[in-house]
């Protein structure tokens, strides 16, 4: 899902007027001490879900709805199929606002009483149905769903460019029951479901699966009856009304051996507005094929993708037909991607969210890489390291505390959920080294749990299987985790002698307090050529010593932008704060240790051993100082002085 259609680079808003420029680039901004979460997660309280629905397997939907495309009003009814999971089943639930008006109900086929509480709907069974008996229920019912924000189950928008009125739903995460009565939980997925939505004859309506009849009926009216034979979370299911017009396209990945995938659009028909979409529209044809190349062949090869336009900010991944607002190369990506992961394979958990939108946030990413001009994708890595780290905490992880009803903005927080989210697997594949290793872990998890759902610590075992690494600890820091390391780095170079001291902090320090990676540094040779070497942090403090039998003229940490990372200092100055330095004397010392610092910026000291732990503490009244060094064992040591601009440190060895 896309929530914000912005650009994160320089500060900039962007009006997604990118569709027929490919090489522009975009960044989208979305569609919090953290313990590792193994377990089922159940509902919180504010979500407000009866126990009763996971008495029951959901095998089959089908909504028949009649539908405007200038009102949200709606009425219809809901056929539900399912299998009783509990010992037995004696009230059938589902949760249905308030709001909406319940005409009959009708039970295995038989009038039922029913009541309601709380936005939830109880139908009691006069005789208790066993375990693995199948039943039926059909609701009748009608209403105008509320309006609000985003997160709405059914939005009407004019608009005004193209002078079409359209009608659209957007039920993630908890806004399907605005509309229909429904399941909300995530790992019971319908195994087929049929859509058929009855319009004036003028619109066209769009939704799941493969349109497998249009109907004409009296009073200038039609049907439209989309079925689906894919197993399908209820957020997915949607539709889309509008006086549209269709354009067709087929992509023809490399696995269906001359076969090609329908990509069916609905797009306004007013005058212009196809071919002002056209460029960006057809580009999906690249996409299908290159995602099916990379992550396995499109999941719903047999059906179809396509897109319906509306207002919306930004897009909605419903399956097999996203809802967009805009044709740029980054929201078809990432809406498209959903289809392998979100749709395809679902977050078990809206704790697990990131294997959703920061597998399509990377997917995004991936998409600038093959189709962007060269330019774009560091400028796309290098607005999303920003944004990132402009704050100083987050955890991708989102804890069931902070998931519930009116608290979306965290659950899709564009900084953490997203692009945090998509940085992490950047991580992954820098860590591995292997680009074929890498793109093999995402199919092998696309295989394992495809038309189902996975969480996170599913992923996390699918990576170390299949690399046979351990990740463990890297989750543990930068999902489960919170910040970014902060570096302060001094270098020197002699007789071709390389020496890097790197000393890590953390931005989040309470809650993560070291981060053990590796980052990568571009070393810039005195006879014009480069070379690039690792930093490998395994303790707060490491040197890396190399002997390159030349000079080093300069130096770039990660020039590439493959970690998340900040860079306080180099060789004890900041570019933000000029000439503030320290002099350290005698090197090496003896007893008695000589500081003086220009500007007297700092206002407190220690002296650190190379495992990082603190040997002295001193403060830093007086521009020069003596410090006592006779306690210290003869080895190096590291002296750092601090203000709350910055870190400044200096090496010293101990006679």
Not at 94 to 111: A, K, P, R, T, V
Request: charged share 20%; aromatic share 16%; proline share 4%.
């Amino acid at each position: 899902m896309r929530i914000i259609t912005t650009y994160l680079l320089f500060g900039m808003i962007s009006l997604n007027l990118w569709s027929q420029q490919p090489e522009k680039f975009e960044l989208y901004e979305g569609c919090s001490s953290v313990k590792r979460f193994k377990s089922m997660y159940k509902p919180v309280e504010d979500i407000n879900q009866t126990p009763l629905l996971f008495d029951y397997d959901i095998k089959f939907y089908h909504l028949d709805l009649n539908i405007d495309n200038e009102t949200t009003f709606l009425s219809g009814n809901v056929y539900y199929l399912a299998e009783v999971s509990a010992t037995e089943l004696d009230t059938f639930a589902l949760e249905f606002i308030d709001e909406m008006n319940i005409d009959s109900i009708h039970f295995n086929g038989l009038s039922n009483n029913f009541h309601r509480s709380n936005h939830e709907v109880f139908i009691p069974l006069a005789s208790p149905l066993a375990q693995s008996e199948m039943f039926n229920c059909r609701i009748y019912y009608h209403g105008t769903p509320p309006v609000g924000d985003f997160f709405i189950g059914v939005d009407m928008a004019y608009d005004s460019v193209w002078n079409q009125s359209a009608v659209w739903t957007l039920s993630e995460p908890f806004n399907a029951r605005q509309w229909w009565p429904v399941k909300q939980v995530l790992d019971d997925k319908a195994d087929s479901v049929w859509v058929f939505l009855t319009t004036d004859a003028e619109n066209k309506a769009g939704s799941i699966g493969i349109l497998d009849m249009v109907v004409p009926l009296p009073n200038s009216k039609v049907r439209y009856e989309w079925k689906s034979k894919y197993p399908i979370d209820y957020y997915l299911i949607s539709y889309a009304v509008a006086d549209y017009q269709e354009y067709n396209i087929y992509g023809k990945p490399e696995a269906m051996m001359g076969d090609s995938i329908l990509i069916q659009n609905y797009i306004y028909n007013s005058p212009g507005c196809l071919e002002h979409y056209k460029n960006g529209i057809d580009r999906t044809v690249s996409m299908v094929e290159f995602f099916s190349d990379i992550y396995t062949l499109y999941p719903f090869h047999e059906e179809k993708y396509g897109h319906c336009l509306t207002k919306l900010s930004g897009g909605m991944e419903h399956q097999t037909m996203t809802t967009i607002g805009s044709f740029g190369l980054g929201i078809v990506a990432h809406e498209l991607s959903h289809m392998w992961f979100g749709n395809s394979v679902t977050c078990a958990t809206w704790s697990d969210i990131w294997v959703n939108e920061g597998f399509a946030t990377y997917s995004d990413y991936l998409a600038h890489e093959k189709f962007a001009a060269s330019q774009w994708p560091p400028i796309w890595l290098k607005g999303a390291h920003n944004y990132i780290i402009s704050q100083p905490d987050g955890s991708v992880y989102v804890p069931p505390e902070e998931i519930y009803y009116g608290n979306e903005n965290r659950i899709f927080s564009g900084r953490l959920t997203y692009f945090k989210g998509a940085y992490l697997l950047h991580m992954i594949r820098y860590e591995l080294n292997n680009d074929d290793l890498f793109f093999s872990v995402l199919k092998t998890y696309q295989t394992v749990f495809k038309d189902s759902v996975a969480t996170s610590q599913d992923f996390i075992d699918v990576l170390n299987e299949n690399t046979g690494e351990d990740f463990t600890g890297f989750f543990d820091q930068w999902f489960f985790g919170e910040g970014y390391p902060i570096y302060n780095i001094d270098w020197t170079e002699s007789d071709g002698n390389f020496e890097l001291i790197s000393a890590q902090s953390a931005s989040a320090a309470s809650v993560t307090p070291f981060f053990q990676m590796k980052y990568p540094v571009k070393l810039y040779l005195s006879d014009g050529s480069d070379t690039t070497i690792d930093i490998i942090h395994t303790q707060p403090l490491t040197i890396k010593t190399v002997n390159l039998y030349k000079g080093v003229d300069s130096l770039q940490v990660d020039p590439d932008h493959w970690v998340l990372k900040r860079v306080d200092s180099m060789n004890n100055t900041n570019e933000f704060t000029d000439n503030n330095f320290i002099h350290v004397y005698p090197n090496p010392a003896f007893g008695e240790l000589f500081i003086k610092q220009d500007n007297n910026i700092a206002s407190k000291g220690s002296i650190i051993d190379l495992e990082g732990k603190a040997m002295i503490n001193f403060a830093t009244e007086n521009s020069e100082m003596v410090i006592d060094i006779h306690s210290l064992n003869a080895g190096l040591y590291f002296i750092i002085l601090e203000s709350d601009e910055k870190k400044i440190i200096q090496k010293f060895i101990k006679h």
